[in-house]
């Protein structure tokens, strides 16, 4: 009978205390990893437009919706709108709030890009 009390113990504890936590890590990882992705995908279409042009305001306004804040500034600080010079750099800033399993989680990232072309 011992053995069968220290077996549901040990079945509630882990239940109980790993479960959760590796639920947490989890969605943690899942969130942030697609974020990265995001945001590399990001990067990619703002230097085949060249800018922030239509499409890139499109992909903006469905992460929005989502949670997910894209900024799009040059290297004084200034918002960035339309199709840029060669050579002008865009840096942009991704901010994504998500629940996490305790509390709201969330995550900055930021990345830039170089114009090559028009």
């Keep these: 009978m011992g053995e069968l009390k220290g077996l549901c113990i040990s079945v509630l ?6 479960v959760p936590s590796m639920l947490n890590i989890w ?6 990893s ?15 437009e060249g800018g922030v042009t239509s499409p890139v305001k499109e992909v903006q306004n469905k992460l929005n919706k989502q949670g ?3 900024k799009f500034l040059d290297k ?3 918002n960035i ?10 840096n942009i800033y991704y ?17 830039s ?3 090559n072309r028009r």
């Design 13 to 18: 504890l882990f239940a109980v205390l790993f």
């Design 27 to 32: 969605i943690n990882h899942f969130q942030s």
């Design 34 to 48: 697609q974020l990265l992705n995001v945001s590399t995908e990001v990067q990619k279409l703002v230097a085949e």
């Design 68 to 70: 997910a804040t894209v």
């Design 76 to 78: 004084n600080g200034n």
């Design 81 to 90: 709108d339309g199709k840029q010079k060669v050579g002008t750099q865009i």
């Design 95 to 111: 901010s994504l709030t998500y629940p996490g399993m305790y509390k709201q989680n969330t995550i900055n990232t930021a990345n």
């Design 113 to 115: 890009v170089i114009v």
